[in-house]
């Protein structure tokens, strides 16, 4: 593969996480789903641990109801991901880092940060469309979990 064949590879998998943001944010829970291989893992903390795309629809749906207070349908909080690093590991594979930064929409008068992390991601290409395999969070603030990992190493899963 060349440079510039990486480079845009690379820029498509970045994509994928920038699309989970808006699509988790703007409960639109189908193409979040879709961005995901069907037998994904997903660690989220105290969310547990979610198999398949069907399990992580419908606990997507419950956390975006539990974390919309104010019934708005849409942008409870936004997740903005930055300094988000790829290697690509195969021709079908990658693995990245980026970072999160969880802010709540419906709070006045007080901070709106909710939390700082790490996503740890493997994206797999199937059928030309690299999607999400694996996702964990590492989480920085206010509560401290973090496994760590380098894209191209083999990122751990959890502890």
């Known amino acids: 593969m060349t440079d ?4 845009v590879e690379t820029e498509k998998i970045k994509k994928v996480r920038v699309l989970y943001s808006h699509y988790f944010d703007s409960n639109d829970l189908d193409r979040l789903a879709d961005l995901f291989t069907d037998d994904c893992v997903c660690e989220f903390g105290v969310h547990g641990i979610w198999v398949g795309r069907t399990q992580l629809r419908k606990n997507y749906e419950a956390v975006h109801s539990d974390l919309d207070k104010l019934r708005t349908g ?10 988000h690093w ?16 969880d802010w709540v929409t419906q709070v006045a008068n007080v901070s709106p940060l909710l939390l700082l992390g790490v996503y740890d991601d493997e994206y797999r290409k199937i059928d030309g469309v690299w999607k999400i395999h694996r996702t964990r969070i ?22």
């Open 4 to 7: 510039l064949e990486a480079l």
């Open 74 to 83: 849409s942008y409870p909080y936004l997740h903005v991901t930055t300094n």
């Open 86 to 101: 790829v290697e690509l590991t195969g021709p079908d594979s990658a693995e990245g880092r980026c970072y999160l930064i």
């Open 138 to 159: 590492d989480f920085i603030w206010p509560d401290r979990h973090v496994v760590g990992g380098t894209p191209g190493s083999r990122i751990p899963a959890k502890a």
